[in-house]
């Protein structure tokens, strides 16, 4: 059986608590024989800083290099606002995905069944809604050139960020979407502001050529950003796959992210560019999640995210779909069963802590297993 070498960064606020909830099912898949998992730990964030005076050190932007795949818990907190920008908690997030070249980010948007009614739509809005916002993430606005604040003197400042986009990083991104569509419900939905942006009208037409060229099969679609929005709110269950660039995939994944009832819920994926020797991709898995720093500590926080995350890094870097099936699978027996962490908590459930939330899923995925 493969050896899979993960690098586990659980930074700040409730990170390291979800984060145990991964090693807990990581040991027990090891003495079970569902697959055989060497974790090393590392710091990110503020808790880095705190120790290194950076957000993430070389040594363990290395080991992140190095790794089959690295589990990210969250970053952040009031703890840290004051210090130097360059250092700030989310450096380390964000050079991570630079320099691991991380340009795929895959944000599914699931509603479990027994949480149909914590959405804010209704039931018969939601309930089976399964879509995946496809996010490009190395590119676009968050790292364009130039990125300025001018003094003009006379009290008045111009701030500048660059929207920039070449050929290829939209091929890339535009080939995972297809790849995806065919492996599901083989629906593409492309959004973009080519109305008013240049780079959409160039996103718009690399994505149609690609499709011609390579993805007849698929369905496309083309929407605007702000109509996609809307539609997301309205219908959601129209869309399979959604592609769209770093600026609309950071705002439209937690719009889908909201459909589901709580931020808590939601895992994601970020690959880069497969290996042409090997085929294996960089990947890092984190939860969507924040740090909440207001709850870090008190046993409250919902490790379901963070597990799901461990389960597309099952699907994705190692290929064990029975396994994330599976853990798919415990996760909803165990909210059919009315346990609830207090973020969905609901009339008629029973509110239990970080940590009996991990085990109750184990214990369900050694029903399965048995």
């Not at 080991?63 to 970053?75: H, S």
């Not at 250092?87 to 964000?94: D, F, I, Q, S, V």
């Not at 699931?110 to 995946?132: C, Q, W």
């Not at 008045?156 to 070449?166: F, G, P």
Request: no cysteine; aromatic share 6%; net charge negative.
């Amino acid at each position: 059986m493969a050896t899979h070498k993960l690098l586990l960064l659980a930074g700040d606020g409730i990170g390291p608590e979800v984060m145990a909830e991964v090693k807990k099912l990581i040991a027990w898949m090891n003495s079970h024989g569902m697959g055989t998992f060497v974790t090393e730990d590392g710091l990110v964030g503020g808790s880095a800083y705190d120790v290194h005076g950076v957000a993430i050190t070389e040594e363990t932007m290395a080991k992140a290099m190095a790794t089959d795949a690295v589990i990210f818990g969250a970053v952040g907190g009031p703890k840290w606002d004051k210090v130097p920008y360059e250092a700030r908690p989310e450096a380390g997030l964000l050079r991570l995905r630079k320099d691991m070249a991380l340009y795929a980010n895959l944000r599914p948007a699931v509603t479990y069944p027994a949480l149909a009614d914590a959405s804010s739509l209704k039931r018969e809005l939601v309930e089976g809604l399964d879509i995946m916002i496809l996010r490009e993430l190395t590119g676009g606005v968050y790292f364009g050139e130039p990125k300025t604040i001018t003094d003009l003197g006379n009290g008045q400042k111009r701030a500048v960020d660059t929207q920039v986009y070449d050929t290829y990083e939209i091929e890339r991104i535009g080939r995972v979407a297809f790849e995806l569509a065919r492996k599901r419900r083989n629906k593409v939905t492309s959004m973009e502001k080519r109305n008013v942006m240049k780079s959409g009208v160039l996103w718009n037409e690399v994505i149609t050529a690609l499709h011609a060229r390579e993805y007849k099969d698929v369905e496309l679609e083309h929407q605007l950003a702000d109509s996609g929005g809307m539609q997301l709110v309205r219908a959601p269950k129209q869309f399979d796959v959604v592609v769209t660039d770093n600026l609309f995939g950071d705002m439209l994944s937690d719009i889908a992210a909201m459909l589901t009832g709580s931020l808590g819920m939601l895992a994601s994926a970020s690959l880069g560019e497969a290996d042409p020797k090997t085929k294996k991709r960089k990947a890092m898995y984190e939860p969507v999640h924040g740090s909440a720093p207001d709850i870090a500590g008190k046993g409250m926080a919902n490790p379901i995210a963070m597990l799901a995350s461990f389960g597309m890094a099952l699907r994705y870097s190692f290929d064990m779909i029975k396994e994330a099936d599976m853990l798919d699978a415990a996760i909803a027996a165990t909210l059919d069963k009315g346990l609830r962490t207090a973020d969905i908590k609901s009339d008629g459930t029973k509110v239990i802590g970080t940590g009996e939330m991990g085990d109750a899923i184990i214990a369900e995925m050694a029903k399965l297993a048995a």
